[in-house]
């Protein structure tokens, strides 16, 4: 019961972190993301990779719509694996409900001063989801005691 928990504290806060960056202006998501990505552009100069910053700090946004949404997802199967009986199960309601909330994510952003809703992020998002739900089936020890008694 306290790891179902746990599992479940971890889902919600790191909801809660998506929202809250989804809620925000376009000039407050602009400073958010581009405080990290002049720190992470500062690497790549030093490591002399040559990019302009603003190609960079696109390519950073979008990491970061995927970043989000597959760690969402991967943890939310971990938790749904714990609450549902089955693995199909705990994919399926993965796929639909963390789907559901990367398409929510970017109609939120529709309504935030200054950001729009964009299909391109919402497929990213969506990528996200699938590939953190792939990664969490395959992960798990479930998944890794049946390969081993097949």
Same mark, same amino acid.
């Given at each position: 019961?306290?790891?179902?928990?746990?599992?479940?504290?971890?889902?919600?806060?790191?909801?809660?972190?998506?929202?809250?960056?989804?809620?925000?202006?376009?000039?407050?998501?602009?400073?958010?993301?581009?405080?990290?990505?002049?720190?992470?552009?500062?690497?790549?100069?030093?490591?002399?990779?040559?990019?302009?910053?603003?190609?960079?700090?696109?390519?950073?946004?979008?990491?970061?719509?995927?970043?989000?949404?597959?760690?969402?997802?991967?943890?939310?199967?971990?938790?749904?694996?714990?609450?549902?009986?089955?693995?199909?199960?705990? @994919?399926?309601?993965?796929? *639909? &409900?963390? $789907?559901? =909330?990367?398409? #929510?994510?970017?109609?939120? !952003?529709?309504?935030?001063?200054?950001?729009?809703?964009?299909?391109?992020?919402?497929? @990213?998002?969506?990528?996200? *989801? &699938?590939? $953190?739900? =792939?990664?969490? #089936?395959?992960?798990?020890? !479930?998944?890794?005691?049946?390969?081993?008694?097949?």
């Amino acid at each position: 019961m306290k790891k179902q928990t746990f599992r479940w504290i971890l889902v919600i806060l790191w909801l809660t972190l998506t929202v809250y960056l989804s809620q925000q202006s376009g000039i407050e998501s602009s400073a958010t993301s581009g405080w990290l990505a002049h720190r992470l552009f500062r690497i790549f100069e030093f490591l002399g990779i040559n990019i302009s910053y603003q190609v960079f700090h696109a390519v950073f946004r979008k990491i970061a719509h995927f970043g989000i949404h597959f760690i969402l997802a991967w943890l939310g199967y971990r938790a749904l694996l714990i609450s549902c009986n089955k693995r199909r199960n705990a @994919i399926t309601v993965t796929l *639909v &409900l963390f $789907g559901a =909330i990367a398409i #929510f994510d970017e109609a939120v !952003q529709g309504i935030a001063p200054g950001r729009a809703i964009m299909l391109f992020d919402a497929l @990213i998002n969506l990528s996200g *989801v &699938l590939l $953190g739900t =792939i990664v969490g #089936f395959i992960t798990t020890k !479930q998944y890794k005691n049946t390969l081993k008694t097949e």
